[in-house]
């Protein structure tokens, strides 16, 4: 009986050990360790790949934001404000603008098939607005040349980027709105356009919220 109890009490003796340095290591050191590597290393990826302007964090590079006009009363929907380059489309996101902290509500795609009713009305409706948003007098846009990220959310709903053909397609509405010559709001296109990484590997894209950011200061020393 007695040597029962006492092997009892050295195997729980014994658990209580391993649980506790097996706490200390895996919650406290190793996780100590890793944040210091990280830190030390690459700081900006470890803390979020914040986006910052004039010493204020306005967002981060991995996260989308949309940039739309105060809601009205009666409005579900609040209307894009026409000014910015305009991100694909989401219901995945809070509306904001370059100067405020960005407010997710959710993420996830729409989990509708390519012959879904919904959704073929939703990218209907999608192409009509982009038509009607960035046709400019004397430069009508054409369906055909609305690429599909102007039109269907990512599988996140929160992509940070768009393809350079939207962010071309929207250039001379934004130079209109914000009083600029077309072919300054093009340079800025360019220059924010990040190629293929590695040279193969994605899609050339755009940022939008650092083409934003640099079209603020572009409209703001013009």
């Not at 004397?138 to 055909?144: A, D, E, N, T």
């Not at 940070?160 to 209109?176: C, D, K, T």
């Not at 990040?194 to 193969?200: C, M, N, S, Y």
């Amino acid at each position: 009986m007695n040597n029962s109890v006492a092997n009892t009490a050295r195997l729980l003796w014994a658990g209580l050990r391993a649980l506790l340095v097996l706490t200390v290591v895996c919650g406290v050191l190793y996780p100590l360790a890793v944040t210091g590597v990280a830190q030390g290393i690459f700081p900006d990826k470890a803390n979020g790949s914040e986006i910052t302007e004039n010493g204020k964090v306005v967002g981060s590079e991995l996260i989308g934001q949309r940039y739309d006009l105060p809601l009205k009363k009666g409005q579900e929907t609040a209307a894009p404000d026409l000014k910015w380059f305009q991100p694909r489309p989401s219901n995945g996101l809070g509306t904001n603008s370059v100067n405020t902290r960005y407010k997710l509500i959710l993420s996830g795609a729409t989990n509708r098939s390519g012959d879904n009713k919904e959704l073929i009305d939703w990218v209907k409706a999608a192409k009509a607005a982009v038509v009607k948003d960035n046709s400019v007098p004397g430069h009508p846009v054409s369906p055909s040349d609305v690429p599909a990220d102007a039109v269907t959310s990512s599988g996140s709903g929160l992509d940070p980027a768009i393809s350079p053909a939207y962010a071309q397609l929207q250039v001379r509405r934004v130079a209109e709105r914000n009083h600029l010559p077309v072919d300054r709001v093009e340079k800025l296109v360019e220059q924010h356009t990040d190629g293929r990484i590695l040279g193969f590997v994605g899609e050339p894209r755009v940022n939008v919220l650092q083409l934003n950011i640099a079209l603020e200061q572009l409209a703001d020393g013009a």
